[in-house]
T-cell receptor, first 111, second 114 residues
Framework: SQQGEEDPQALSIQEGENATMNCSYK?????LQWYRQNSGRGLVHLIL?????REKHSGRLRVTLDTSKKSSSLLITASRAADTASYFC???????????FGKGTKLTVNP | NAGVMQNPRHLVRRRGQEARLRCSPM?????VYWYRQLPEEGLKFMVY????????ESGMPKERFSAEFPKEGPSILRIQQVVRGDSAAYFC????????????FGPGTRLTVT
């Protein structure tokens, strides 16, 4: 069954605006990772946040994690056209750490 | 420091043929994961391997699919007697450890079954 569910499914904004994507999951996790995928390409790792962390930053990216609500958010500030991509959250579970992915949020940043 | 390498990038097979997909993990990584992605979908876990061992194959179809990660050489995902439904992008990821480590993905192999 699907674990991470991203919301919204699609988001269209203007360059310079902020983009917020949310992810909800169902079971206990060890960590949550956010990835970016440009059309027809592989996945680029953005941020890993552990279950005992609440917030992490990396450049223009800010990730929060609320384990009580089983949700995470990815904020991209001052967006650029190059940020246009699909964004996936993936939860790491159990000893094997296989990642369970949602269907992603398709972000379009208009110049 | 090369990232995760996958080859071929594109593979076309006729129904009934075999497909072999290769993955070389990042230097220093001994944990390999295979995922499959259908169009407009997220990735689905298939199998997790360490050198010479399959650790978790709970996402792998029981028939026609197999994976290995030998002591020397790349990890291989093998699909025998391919069918149209096997058409997808297959991604390999590697990590330094099993728990709490980032998984880094290769560019994928796009398999088309005609």
């Amino acid at each position: 069954s699907q674990q991470g569910e991203e919301d919204p499914q699609a988001l269209s904004i203007q360059e310079g605006e902020n983009a917020t994507m949310n992810c909800s999951y169902k079971t206990s996790i060890n960590n949550l990772q956010w990835y970016r995928q440009n059309s027809g390409r592989g996945l680029v790792h953005l941020i890993l946040i552990r279950s005992n962390e609440r917030e992490k930053h990396s450049g223009r990216l800010r990730v929060t994690l609320d384990t009580s609500k089983k949700s995470s958010s990815l904020l991209i500030t001052a967006s650029r056209a190059a940020d246009t991509a699909s964004y996936f959250c993936a939860t790491g579970q159990g000893g094997s750490e296989k990642l369970v992915f949602g269907k992603g949020t398709k972000l379009t940043v208009n110049p | 420091n090369a990232g995760v390498m996958q080859n071929p990038r594109h593979l076309v097979r006729r129904r009934g043929q075999e497909a072999r997909l290769r993955c070389s993990p990042m230097k220093g990584h001994s944990h390999v994961y295979w995922y499959r992605q259908l169009p407009e979908e997220g990735l689905k876990f298939m199998v997790y391997l360490q050198k010479e061992n399959i650790i978790d194959e709970s996402g792998m179809p029981k028939e026609r699919f197999s994976a290995e990660f030998p002591k020397e050489g790349p990890s291989i995902l093998r699909i025998q007697q391919v069918v149209r439904g096997d058409s997808a992008a297959y991604f390999c990821a590697s990590s330094w450890g099993a728990s709490g480590y980032e998984q880094y993905f290769g560019p994928g192999t796009r398999l088309t079954v005609t």
